[in-house]
């Protein structure tokens, strides 16, 4: 079946370190996307990208890096300068009209 | 900042039609209106858009007034399985692409 996949589902890190979430989709969408959710909010942008190699920041993309070497992937690091990690993140893609997304990945700070 | 306002919680019996209002009163002429539901722990799912016009799909009907400061979502018989977070969202143009503006959503509760 054709979908996102975020692995992996939950993810600890400790104070200091950066760690990578996964995002693969096999719709053939051009355009991916990286939010974040803190508890009882909606979704914030962090990072976008339109095409292979090429990516924008979205409104909170500060202590966070991202790739886009392959169409299929979208990778985004938490580096140890977000100070505050702890959240759900989510990866879409999006078609002419929709953004679907992944079920997320739970990061939490040891 | 969201674009968005939407009552934080409500309510409805198993097998009624489910009302969900939401207020966009800045939204700009070429702004979409989209609505999504997310359960707990997983992803916002795609339930409906619209710009100007009516809309209605497998899911959901959306009715936008003619002013399109307001918007209602409704869920014709809703089922246990509705229970969730539903979100009223305003499609901005950026650069080449486009984001959704997400607000906190209004945490529907189907009773049995």
């Known amino acids: 079946d054709g979908g996102i996949t975020q692995s992996p589902k939950y993810l600890f890190r400790k104070e200091g370190q950066n760690v990578t979430l996964s995002c693969e989709q096999n719709?053939?969408?051009?355009?991916m996307y990286w939010y974040r959710q803190d508890p009882g909010q909606g979704l914030r942008l962090i990072y976008y990208?339109?095409?292979?190699?090429?990516?924008q920041k979205g409104d909170i993309a500060e202590g966070y890096s991202v790739s886009r070497e392959k169409k299929e992937s979208f990778p985004l690091t938490v580096t140890s300068a977000q100070k505050n990690p702890t959240a759900f993140y989510l990866c879409?893609?999006?078609?002419?009209?929709?953004?679907?997304f992944g079920d997320g990945t739970r990061l939490s700070i040891l | 900042d969201a674009k968005t306002t939407q009552p934080p919680s409500m309510d409805c019996a198993e097998g009624r039609a489910a009302n969900l209002p939401c207020n966009h009163s800045?939204?700009?002429?070429?702004?979409?209106v989209y609505w999504y539901r997310q359960i707990h722990s997983q992803g916002p799912q795609y339930i409906i858009h619209?710009?100007?016009n009516n809309e209605t799909n497998e899911m959901a009907s959306l009715i936008i007034t003619e002013d399109r400061k307001s918007s209602t979502l409704i869920l014709p018989h809703a089922t246990l399985r509705d229970t969730a977070v539903y979100y009223c969202?305003?499609?901005?143009?950026?650069?080449?692409?486009?984001?959704?503006?997400f607000g906190s959503g209004t945490r529907l509760l189907v009773r049995p």
């Open positions: 879409a893609s999006s078609e002419a009209f929709a953004q679907h």
């Open positions: 719709l053939n969408h051009d355009a």
């Open positions: 990208s339109q095409i292979v190699n090429d990516f």
């Open positions: 800045t939204i700009s002429g070429n702004e979409y």
């Open positions: 619209g710009l100007k």
């Open positions: 969202i305003v499609r901005v143009r950026m650069d080449s692409s486009y984001k959704l503006i």
